[in-house]
């Protein structure tokens, strides 16, 4: 087996249970300004056929269809997939007993084990950033799709809570790049271009929120899932006392702005038209 080389480390850390997401997902579940639901949103933009084949990579814990699980037509055949085979154990546990069946397996989007022209529909939310190599990813997503069939991938904007990035800051030296919005490879700015090389039609929609964050320690919590801001216990106090101060100061509520959005791509029916 190849060796890990730390970027790829840090993030099979990082995703190897639920953990860490859940921290952050349960802050945008109690403070995001936006009530429609990100995940009902993003679910709107699935404009399928009632009998279709779906594969979804990055998974994670299977909230896509867990969220939106009584707007699944019968006849659509749904695969998640994720490289962690804790994310995917998670998304199983999830959707154990809902009125809709649901495959699983652990899959890495760089090499798809399925053949040509076989989906209706790929998903990939959030994860695309990850991908060593996208190139490769999305030679894979294009081989697999029908022709005339849509990518659909979320990614965030550069700036997404940007506001977290500067409490940290302020509570310790300068945190570079809390949550990989600068550097990052796939984002709502530079995602476009990418998609072009592969795919036609190219679309994005932006969803408009934020958070309203009213409570320090799910914030901290959000914070320090990051692997780059990593505290010990003392610290940890420290920092919470220290956004107790901020929400304080900010009138009770401190609000961080959230950017993203989705990306449809099609597949282009004939191999010269992109
Ligand atoms: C930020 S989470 C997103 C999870 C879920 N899609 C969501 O939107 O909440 C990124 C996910 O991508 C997965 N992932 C990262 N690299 C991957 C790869 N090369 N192939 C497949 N999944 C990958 C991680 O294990 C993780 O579950």
Request: hydrophobic share 35%; proline share 5%; glycine share 6%.
């Amino acid at each position: 087996m190849s060796k890990l080389n730390d970027s790829q480390y840090l993030l099979k850390e990082q995703y190897q249970d639920a953990e860490k997401l859940n921290a952050r997902i349960r802050l945008h579940v109690e403070f995001s300004t936006n009530k429609y639901g990100w995940l009902p949103w993003v679910f709107d933009h699935y404009n399928l056929p009632e009998e279709c084949r779906i594969l979804e990579l990055g998974c994670g814990q299977g909230d896509l269809w867990r969220e939106n699980i009584e707007r699944i037509p019968t006849g659509w055949e749904v695969t998640l997939s994720d490289f962690s085979p804790g994310m995917l154990a998670q998304a199983r546990q999830n959707l154990e007993g809902q009125p809709h069946p649901f495959t699983f397996e652990v899959i890495d989007a760089q090499s798809i084990p399925y053949d040509d022209d076989h989906f209706d529909a790929v998903i990939a939310n959030h994860c695309i950033y990850h991908f060593p190599d996208r190139s490769k990813a999305f030679s894979e997503i294009r081989r697999t799709l029908k022709a005339g069939s849509y990518l659909y991938a979320t990614t965030i904007g550069r700036a997404h809570l940007q506001g977290m990035a500067e409490l940290a800051s302020k509570f310790e030296h300068p945190i570079e790049n809390l949550f990989n919005t600068d550097n990052n490879p796939f984002t709502l700015e530079n995602g476009a271009p990418q998609l072009r090389e592969w795919f036609a039609d190219i679309e994005l929609d932006r969803y408009p929120d934020s958070l309203d964050v009213t409570e320090a320690a799910p914030l901290v919590d959000f914070i320090i899932s990051s692997v780059r801001f990593s505290l010990d216990e003392t610290r940890h106090a420290e920092f919470l006392t220290f956004v107790e101060r901020e929400l304080t100061a900010s009138g009770g509520v401190i609000r961080i702005k959230k950017d993203s959005g989705i990306f449809k791509a099609r597949k282009p029916a004939l191999q010269h038209e992109s």
